[in-house]
């Protein structure tokens, strides 16, 4: 079935360097993406989203660009800081073409240190 | 302020009891979301909602119910035949019911059945 597959945590990043989170889909339709984070015990904020092909979403630093082609939407931030450690979940709606779901990756958790 | 509120944030049951969790939203969102959250995994859809008094089954529907009688309001009853009831739980609203539109969420709760 139509899915969302992002890169298994943790990761841990010195403060300063570059991110990535990779994430890529299965769809039989034409899904709008998303990142969401989520910080300790709380529930999800929505971070970024693009609807279609070539949109980059961005938010707070982070970009996420929707590639047909490679059917990803990989997550990036130049210089994470120890306030960006949460857990980032990688989402596609309307993978199944009309669809009225979410379906979410499993989340990969960020630990940002000094 | 708008959003979605959940409560309690934290909720203690013996085994064999019903309890139901809260789910407020004053987004004037049509559609709203459950979903359950284990240690380590993804969200997993329990029930949504579409439109007052409809709702259908998500991914993992058995053990829980649910009910929609007002546009604001989508209460979770977790019954004594789901297995293993202890997890967090997620509420979320989106304007409308296709899987394109961004969901919002609540602070989620904490349930430990014993």
């Known amino acids: 079935g139509n899915s969302v597959t992002q890169m298994e945590g943790p990761v841990t990043l010195s403060e300063e360097a570059f991110l990535t989170i990779n994430c890529t889909y299965t769809a039989t339709g034409y899904p709008s993406l998303f990142w969401y984070v989520q910080y300790p015990g709380e529930g999800l904020q929505l971070l970024l989203k693009a609807t279609k092909a070539d949109d980059k979403g961005s938010n707070k630093g982070f970009e996420a660009t929707y590639r047909k082609e490679t059917t990803s939407f990989h997550l990036e931030k130049g210089s994470v800081q120890v306030s960006d450690s949460a857990v980032y979940f990688c989402?596609?709606?309307?993978?199944?073409?009309?669809?009225?779901?979410?379906?979410f990756g499993t989340g990969t958790q960020l630990k940002v240190e000094l | 302020d708008g959003g979605i509120t959940q409560s309690p944030k934290y909720l203690f049951r013996k085994e064999g009891q019903n309890v139901t969790l809260s789910c407020e939203q004053n987004l004037n969102h049509d559609a709203m979301y459950w979903y359950r959250q284990d240690p380590g995994q993804g969200l997993r859809l329990i029930y949504y909602s579409q439109i007052v008094n409809d709702f259908q089954k998500g991914d993992i529907a058995e053990g829980y119910s649910v009910s929609r009688e007002k546009k604001e309001s989508f209460p979770l009853t977790v019954t004594s035949a789901q297995k293993n009831p202890t997890a967090f739980y997620l509420c979320?609203?989106?304007?409308?019911?296709?899987?394109?539109?961004?969901?919002?969420f609540g602070p989620g709760t904490r349930l430990t059945v014993t």
């Open positions: 979320a609203s989106s304007i409308g019911g296709q899987g394109l539109d961004e969901q919002y």
């Open positions: 989402a596609g709606g309307g993978l199944t073409g009309g669809g009225n779901k979410l379906t």
